[in-house]
T-cell receptor, first 111, second 113 residues
Framework: GESVGLHLPTLSVQEGDNSIINCAYS??????FIWYKQESGKGPQFIID?????DKRQGQRVTVLLNKTVKHLSLQIAATQPGDSAVYFC??????????FGPGTRLSVLP | KAGVTQTPRYLIKTRGQQVTLSCSPI?????VSWYQQTPGQGLQFLFE???????NKGNFPGRFSGRQFSNSRSEMNVSTLELGDSALYLC????????????FGQGTRLTVV
């Protein structure tokens, strides 16, 4: 993930719509990526991961897309629900530094 | 299967004191990593322990140290606390291979006054 001054982007979506959260990473040698969800007062919760030999991976209501050419990850959440409201982090594994986290995106689901 | 357990959940300390935080990983996991989370800097890697040895280290001063026991439980110690050490300290547990899933505990909220 890329820590660029730590303003926290916010994404507001209507309940039932799809959400797309984006993330840039800086290390072209990174070969493993995770998306985490963090609710207030809790630790980050593992959502989905992807390795660099893939460009797409699907889970339950979530899809991660990886574009290695531009060092970009996205997390798509289908049919967003109020319980999806949280801060979402991407993390890429850097050998020697463990996981490097992006600044996070706050997702707000509007009723 | 029990998740990652961190104790205590909350802690208030005075500048200059030292503190020890504890992390019990998921059963069978041998790697424990520590991260500091602050509003200003986000999530930053402190260090990782695997089989009682420090495997990786982030860019934190020597006041931050850790260790791991034979049962994979880990402790993190911060000496000579500064106000800027106030943060959520998170522990992540993984099986051991470097680039595999890491699961976090709830964290310890440290406030230095």
């Amino acid at each position: 993930g890329e820590s660029v001054g730590l303003h926290l982007p916010t994404l507001s979506v209507q309940e039932g719509d799809n959400s797309i959260i984006n993330c840039a990473y800086s290390n072209s040698a990174s070969d493993y990526f995770i998306w985490y969800k963090q609710e207030s007062g809790k630790g980050p919760q593992f959502i989905i991961d992807i390795r660099s030999n893939m460009d797409k991976r699907q889970g339950q209501r979530v899809t991660v897309l990886l574009n290695k050419t531009v060092k970009h990850l996205s997390l798509q959440i289908a049919a967003t629900q109020p319980g999806d409201s949280a801060v979402y982090f991407c993390a890429d594994y850097n050998y020697g530094q463990n996981f490097v986290f992006g600044p996070g995106t706050r997702l707000s689901v509007l009723p | 299967k029990a998740g990652v357990t961190q104790t205590p959940r909350y802690l208030i300390k005075t500048r200059g004191q030292q503190v020890t935080l504890s992390c019990s990983p998921i059963s069978g996991h041998r790697s424990v990593s520590w991260y500091q989370q602050t509003p200003g800097q986000g999530l930053q890697f402190l260090f990782e322990y695997f089989s009682e040895t420090q495997r990786n280290k982030g860019n934190f001063p020597g006041r931050f140290s850790g260790r791991q026991f034979s049962n994979s439980r880990s402790e993190m110690n911060v000496s000579t606390l500064e106000l800027g050490d106030s943060a959520l300290y998170l522990c992540a547990s993984s099986g051991g291979r470097p680039n595999t899933e890491a699961f976090f505990g709830q964290g310890t909220r440290l406030t230095v006054v």
